[in-house]
């Protein structure tokens, strides 16, 4: 009985968020969040892809632009590809797959000179890494954009037209278990009403 009432206690805890408010799926997952660069063997299937795709495209845009563009990679020999061009995705060669999130220069708000591309391309990568921590899968965002070397790197590889830019190589894999979420808040950087 002092196992079922601990474990209760447990259950109950583990759905309470900050000040005791309940904390929803949504919460959890945002909470959960890790980047996660140690995979064990296993495949993540087309479906899974696609589901984090799709939560990737329904990220905010500036004007409903939808500069975006999703390269998935599931290749073995290309995701070692990959991880032997990029120095700090060197975890790519593990996983399962990778997305690439990249932008169309001339299809995002303010025209080729803007850089809302960027902005667009940060928030659908949100949205995949937290569809890959919903999905119990683990996932970490590796930059490509800005360093041009890298750029042009994964633009000749993945033989991407010179009006789309790379932001990021997101490897997708079967989680070690090796990395924990992180405690992120620090009240001393939430202002109210002003700085």
Same mark, same amino acid.
């Given at each position: 009985m002092k196992r079922f009432i601990a474990l209760c206690v447990t259950l109950m805890m583990s759905t309470l968020a900050?000040?005791?408010?309940?904390?929803?799926?949504? +919460?959890?997952t945002i909470m959960n969040r890790k980047s996660v660069r140690a995979y064990k063997e296993g495949a993540v299937?087309?479906?899974?892809?696609? /589901?984090? /795709?799709?939560?990737?495209m329904a990220a905010p845009t500036a004007v409903d632009k939808r500069?975006? *563009?999703? +390269?998935? +990679?599931?290749?073995?020999?290309?995701?070692?590809?990959?991880?032997?061009i990029l120095p700090y995705?060197?975890?790519? *060669?593990?996983? =399962?797959?990778?997305?690439? /999130?990249?932008?169309?220069?001339?299809r995002q708000q303010g025209g080729r000179e803007?850089?809302?591309?960027?902005?667009?391309?940060?928030?659908?990568?949100?949205?995949?890494?937290?569809?890959? *921590?919903?999905?119990g899968l683990?996932?970490?965002?590796? =930059?490509?954009?800005?360093?041009?070397?890298? +750029?042009?790197?994964?633009?000749?590889?993945?033989k991407i037209p010179s009006t789309v830019v790379p932001l990021?190589?997101?490897?997708?894999?079967?989680?070690?278990?090796a990395e924990k979420p992180k405690d992120k808040w620090n009240p001393k950087q939430l202002h109210w009403n002003g700085w």
């Open positions: 900050f000040g005791g408010e309940p904390m929803n799926d949504t +919460i959890k299937s087309k479906e899974q892809l696609e /589901v984090i /795709v799709k939560a990737g500069p975006w *563009e999703f +390269i998935v +990679i599931n290749d073995k020999a290309m995701l070692k590809k990959l991880s032997d995705a060197k975890m790519t *060669e593990k996983a =399962a797959a990778a997305i690439i /999130v990249a932008g169309d220069i001339d803007s850089d809302f591309w960027m902005v667009d391309c940060s928030a659908a990568t949100e949205n995949v890494l937290l569809a890959v *921590e919903s999905l683990g996932a970490v965002w590796t =930059a490509v954009y800005p360093d041009k070397e890298r +750029i042009e790197a994964v633009r000749k590889l993945l990021n190589v997101i490897p997708v894999g079967i989680p070690t278990g």
